[in-house]
T-cell receptor, first 112, second 113 residues
Protein backbone atom coordinates (compact mmCIF):
# COMPACT_ATOMS: atom_id res chain seq x y z
CA UNK A 1 0.00 0.00 0.00
CA UNK A 2 1.08 3.52 -0.64
CA UNK A 3 2.53 5.36 2.34
CA UNK A 4 4.22 8.62 3.24
CA UNK A 5 6.73 9.10 6.03
CA UNK A 6 7.63 12.43 7.54
CA UNK A 7 10.44 11.58 9.94
CA UNK A 8 10.39 14.85 11.89
CA UNK A 9 7.41 15.49 14.15
CA UNK A 10 8.66 18.92 15.22
CA UNK A 11 11.27 21.26 13.76
CA UNK A 12 12.38 24.59 15.20
CA UNK A 13 14.28 27.11 13.10
CA UNK A 14 15.31 30.69 13.64
CA UNK A 15 13.66 33.38 11.58
CA UNK A 16 15.75 34.01 8.47
CA UNK A 17 17.34 30.57 8.56
CA UNK A 18 16.86 27.98 5.84
CA UNK A 19 14.40 25.14 6.16
CA UNK A 20 14.16 21.59 4.88
CA UNK A 21 11.28 19.27 5.74
CA UNK A 22 11.75 15.64 4.84
CA UNK A 23 9.27 13.38 3.09
CA UNK A 24 9.69 9.79 1.92
CA UNK A 25 7.04 7.92 -0.01
CA UNK A 26 6.29 4.36 -0.99
CA UNK A 27 4.61 4.01 -4.37
CA UNK A 28 5.01 1.53 -7.18
CA UNK A 29 4.60 3.78 -10.19
CA UNK A 30 5.52 7.38 -10.92
CA UNK A 31 4.07 9.28 -7.99
CA UNK A 32 2.01 12.43 -7.93
CA UNK A 33 3.30 14.30 -4.87
CA UNK A 34 2.01 17.24 -2.88
CA UNK A 35 2.92 19.48 0.03
CA UNK A 36 0.13 21.11 2.03
CA UNK A 37 0.30 23.56 4.93
CA UNK A 38 -2.21 23.80 7.78
CA UNK A 39 -2.36 26.76 10.13
CA UNK A 40 -4.17 26.33 13.46
CA UNK A 41 -7.92 26.17 13.02
CA UNK A 42 -7.70 26.22 9.27
CA UNK A 43 -7.94 23.76 6.43
CA UNK A 44 -5.14 22.59 4.18
CA UNK A 45 -3.58 24.88 1.61
CA UNK A 46 -1.62 23.49 -1.32
CA UNK A 47 1.99 24.73 -1.41
CA UNK A 48 3.17 22.83 -4.48
CA UNK A 49 2.77 19.64 -6.46
CA UNK A 50 4.86 17.33 -8.64
CA UNK A 51 3.29 15.39 -11.47
CA UNK A 52 6.11 15.01 -13.98
CA UNK A 53 8.92 16.90 -15.71
CA UNK A 54 11.39 19.10 -13.86
CA UNK A 55 12.19 17.48 -10.55
CA UNK A 56 12.58 20.84 -8.81
CA UNK A 57 9.17 22.44 -8.38
CA UNK A 58 8.38 25.92 -7.20
CA UNK A 59 5.41 26.70 -5.03
CA UNK A 60 3.74 29.55 -3.26
CA UNK A 61 5.21 31.58 -0.39
CA UNK A 62 8.78 30.97 -1.60
CA UNK A 63 8.73 27.20 -1.07
CA UNK A 64 10.27 24.64 -3.39
CA UNK A 65 10.58 20.86 -3.36
CA UNK A 66 12.80 18.38 -5.13
CA UNK A 67 11.66 14.96 -6.31
CA UNK A 68 14.38 12.31 -6.05
CA UNK A 69 13.21 8.99 -7.42
CA UNK A 70 16.35 7.13 -6.33
CA UNK A 71 15.72 8.14 -2.72
CA UNK A 72 11.91 8.04 -2.86
CA UNK A 73 11.97 11.53 -1.41
CA UNK A 74 10.18 14.82 -1.94
CA UNK A 75 11.73 17.26 0.52
CA UNK A 76 10.37 20.75 1.01
CA UNK A 77 12.75 23.68 1.26
CA UNK A 78 12.72 27.41 1.87
CA UNK A 79 15.87 29.57 1.86
CA UNK A 80 14.72 32.04 4.53
CA UNK A 81 11.92 31.30 6.98
CA UNK A 82 9.50 33.97 8.18
CA UNK A 83 7.62 33.89 11.49
CA UNK A 84 4.37 33.51 9.51
CA UNK A 85 5.61 30.14 8.19
CA UNK A 86 4.97 28.54 11.59
CA UNK A 87 2.35 25.87 10.88
CA UNK A 88 2.01 22.14 10.27
CA UNK A 89 3.20 20.76 6.96
CA UNK A 90 1.90 17.61 5.29
CA UNK A 91 3.38 15.64 2.45
CA UNK A 92 0.99 13.50 0.39
CA UNK A 93 0.99 11.07 -2.51
CA UNK A 94 -1.96 10.49 -4.83
CA UNK A 95 -3.28 6.96 -4.93
CA UNK A 96 -5.77 6.15 -7.68
CA UNK A 97 -6.90 9.51 -8.92
CA UNK A 98 -7.61 12.11 -6.31
CA UNK A 99 -7.35 9.90 -3.22
CA UNK A 100 -4.47 11.33 -1.22
CA UNK A 101 -2.37 9.45 1.32
CA UNK A 102 -0.89 11.88 3.83
CA UNK A 103 2.07 11.71 6.14
CA UNK A 104 1.67 12.41 9.85
CA UNK A 105 2.87 15.98 9.44
CA UNK A 106 5.75 18.12 10.68
CA UNK A 107 5.10 21.02 13.04
CA UNK A 108 7.32 23.97 12.25
CA UNK A 109 8.17 26.43 14.99
CA UNK A 110 9.96 29.67 14.16
CA UNK A 111 11.95 31.43 16.84
CA UNK A 112 12.83 35.09 16.63
CA UNK B 1 -15.29 33.20 -5.59
CA UNK B 2 -16.25 31.15 -2.54
CA UNK B 3 -13.97 28.30 -1.70
CA UNK B 4 -15.01 25.06 -0.04
CA UNK B 5 -17.44 25.71 2.79
CA UNK B 6 -18.25 23.32 5.59
CA UNK B 7 -20.82 23.34 8.36
CA UNK B 8 -21.02 23.21 11.26
CA UNK B 9 -17.55 24.34 12.30
CA UNK B 10 -17.76 22.75 15.74
CA UNK B 11 -20.14 20.28 17.33
CA UNK B 12 -20.34 18.08 20.39
CA UNK B 13 -22.16 14.75 20.46
CA UNK B 14 -22.42 11.85 22.87
CA UNK B 15 -21.61 8.22 22.20
CA UNK B 16 -24.25 6.41 20.20
CA UNK B 17 -25.62 9.53 18.55
CA UNK B 18 -25.61 10.31 14.86
CA UNK B 19 -24.09 13.32 13.11
CA UNK B 20 -24.39 14.94 9.69
CA UNK B 21 -21.69 17.21 8.29
CA UNK B 22 -22.17 19.33 5.19
CA UNK B 23 -19.90 20.57 2.43
CA UNK B 24 -20.30 22.90 -0.52
CA UNK B 25 -17.55 22.56 -3.10
CA UNK B 26 -15.62 25.34 -4.74
CA UNK B 27 -17.42 26.90 -7.68
CA UNK B 28 -16.84 24.84 -10.83
CA UNK B 29 -15.90 21.69 -8.93
CA UNK B 30 -17.95 18.52 -9.20
CA UNK B 31 -16.07 16.02 -7.01
CA UNK B 32 -16.11 15.94 -3.22
CA UNK B 33 -13.84 13.92 -0.96
CA UNK B 34 -13.99 13.56 2.81
CA UNK B 35 -11.07 13.10 5.16
CA UNK B 36 -10.81 12.45 8.89
CA UNK B 37 -7.95 14.11 10.77
CA UNK B 38 -7.47 12.83 14.32
CA UNK B 39 -5.45 14.94 16.72
CA UNK B 40 -1.76 14.79 15.90
CA UNK B 41 -2.25 12.81 12.71
CA UNK B 42 -2.46 13.43 9.00
CA UNK B 43 -5.79 13.37 7.22
CA UNK B 44 -7.17 9.93 6.32
CA UNK B 45 -9.33 9.39 3.26
CA UNK B 46 -12.93 8.38 4.01
CA UNK B 47 -14.62 8.42 0.60
CA UNK B 48 -15.11 10.36 -2.61
CA UNK B 49 -18.29 11.31 -4.48
CA UNK B 50 -18.67 12.11 -8.16
CA UNK B 51 -21.90 12.24 -10.19
CA UNK B 52 -23.80 11.48 -6.99
CA UNK B 53 -22.08 8.12 -6.56
CA UNK B 54 -19.44 6.93 -4.12
CA UNK B 55 -16.38 6.30 -6.30
CA UNK B 56 -13.69 5.37 -3.83
CA UNK B 57 -13.75 4.43 -0.17
CA UNK B 58 -11.05 4.28 2.44
CA UNK B 59 -10.77 1.89 5.37
CA UNK B 60 -13.75 3.16 7.34
CA UNK B 61 -16.69 1.14 8.68
CA UNK B 62 -20.20 1.29 7.26
CA UNK B 63 -21.17 3.65 10.08
CA UNK B 64 -19.65 6.30 7.81
CA UNK B 65 -21.88 7.09 4.87
CA UNK B 66 -22.31 9.95 2.50
CA UNK B 67 -24.34 11.54 -0.18
CA UNK B 68 -23.82 13.95 -3.04
CA UNK B 69 -26.60 16.17 -4.30
CA UNK B 70 -27.27 17.35 -7.87
CA UNK B 71 -25.70 20.73 -7.04
CA UNK B 72 -22.47 18.82 -6.12
CA UNK B 73 -22.74 19.57 -2.40
CA UNK B 74 -22.22 16.64 -0.09
CA UNK B 75 -23.04 15.27 3.35
CA UNK B 76 -21.09 12.96 5.60
CA UNK B 77 -23.12 10.92 8.08
CA UNK B 78 -21.69 9.01 11.01
CA UNK B 79 -23.96 6.67 12.99
CA UNK B 80 -23.47 5.14 16.44
CA UNK B 81 -20.73 7.58 17.35
CA UNK B 82 -17.70 6.30 19.24
CA UNK B 83 -15.21 8.29 21.28
CA UNK B 84 -12.65 7.53 18.60
CA UNK B 85 -14.70 9.40 16.01
CA UNK B 86 -13.62 12.68 17.62
CA UNK B 87 -11.64 14.45 14.92
CA UNK B 88 -11.51 17.25 12.39
CA UNK B 89 -13.49 16.27 9.31
CA UNK B 90 -12.22 17.89 6.16
CA UNK B 91 -14.01 18.20 2.87
CA UNK B 92 -12.06 18.66 -0.34
CA UNK B 93 -13.33 19.46 -3.80
CA UNK B 94 -11.84 18.96 -7.24
CA UNK B 95 -12.74 18.57 -10.88
CA UNK B 96 -13.45 15.09 -12.19
CA UNK B 97 -11.68 11.95 -11.04
CA UNK B 98 -8.22 12.43 -12.49
CA UNK B 99 -5.39 13.44 -10.20
CA UNK B 100 -5.31 17.15 -9.70
CA UNK B 101 -5.41 19.80 -7.06
CA UNK B 102 -7.71 19.34 -4.09
CA UNK B 103 -9.14 22.43 -2.41
CA UNK B 104 -9.90 21.90 1.27
CA UNK B 105 -12.43 23.51 3.55
CA UNK B 106 -11.60 24.56 7.09
CA UNK B 107 -13.22 21.48 8.54
CA UNK B 108 -15.83 20.48 11.06
CA UNK B 109 -14.47 19.73 14.53
CA UNK B 110 -16.45 16.83 16.08
CA UNK B 111 -16.11 16.01 19.76
CA UNK B 112 -17.73 12.82 21.02
CA UNK B 113 -18.25 12.60 24.79
Amino acid sequence: AQSVTQPDIHITVSEGASLELRCNYSYGATPYLFWYVQSPGQGLQLLLKYFSGDTLVQGIKGFEAEFKRSQSSFNLRKPSVHWSDAAEYFCAVADRGNKLVFGAGTILRVKS
Amino acid sequence: DAGVTQSPTHLIKTRGQQVTLRCSPKSGHDTVSWYQQALGQGPQFIFQYYEEEERQRGNFPDRFSGHQFPNYSSELNVNALLLGDSALYLCASSVGLATGELFFGEGSRLTVL
